[in-house]
Every structure is written in C-alpha cells, then in structure tokens.
C-alpha cells in the first residue's frame, strides 16, 4: 500500500492552503481516511476523518469551521481544504487510511507527510 500526500508549502496567515492523499497498491476495502498533524515539539494530533463511501466527515475542534475534507472514491484520494490558516497550523500533516481488516496490523497505512508552514 502507498499513501502519498502533497500540496504543502509555505502559506501567509489568514490564507488557504489545500492537501491532498493518494492511495495505491491495496486490497482491503477502505473504511476510511484521516488526516493528522504533528507540530514541532508536539505530539501528533487527529485533525479530520472521512469515511470513504458515505463521505461523512468529522473534525477536531482545531479545525472545525475552517478545513472542509473530502473523498473521491474514483480517484482514491482524499483532500483537505484549508483555509484561515494561522501559525498554531503549522506542521507536517499526514494522511492515515484505515481499511477493513481482521489482522490489527493491517487496518492502517500511513503516508510520509507534508509540510505546512504559516508564517508572514
């Protein structure tokens, strides 16, 4: 399974910003993408969740009102809009894709990360 995120890059506050997750190479059905970040110093933090057919989405407080995700199923992909980004967004942000599976080791694929800088 590969999980590969792009879109990152420096962005001035109060600007938009939007990211995106491919995944390939599986097998398992996929029950849903998240997305997560972790800031410098910081422990890595659950920012959104789609589930992948139904497209229902779920944020952390952090992002609620200001990052919309979304799915294409046809593309396997899911994106993270952004927008009134602030310094405290900050991070590497990292896709997770949970699948169907019976064997724990096998419900989770997780990309290498892109980096999102907020700063004027």
């Known amino acids: 399974v590969q999980v590969v995120e792009s879109g990152g890059g420096l962005v001035q506050p109060g600007r938009s910003l939007r990211l995106s997750c491919v995944v390939s190479g599986f097998t398992r059905s996929i029950y849903a993408m998240n997305w997560y970040r972790q800031a410098p110093g910081k422990e890595r933090e659950w920012v959104a969740r789609v589930t992948y057919t139904e497209g229902h989405p779920e944020y952390a407080a952090s992002a609620k009102g200001r990052f919309t995700i979304s799915v294409d199923t046809v593309k396997n992909t899911a994106g993270l809009q952004m927008s009134s980004l602030k310094p405290e967004d900050t991070a590497v942000y990292y896709c997770?894709?949970?699948?169907?599976?019976?064997?724990?080791?096998?419900?989770?694929?997780w990309g290498q990360g892109t980096q999102v800088i907020v700063s004027s």
């Open positions: 997770n894709v949970n699948f169907f599976a019976v064997d724990s080791k096998d419900r989770n694929a």
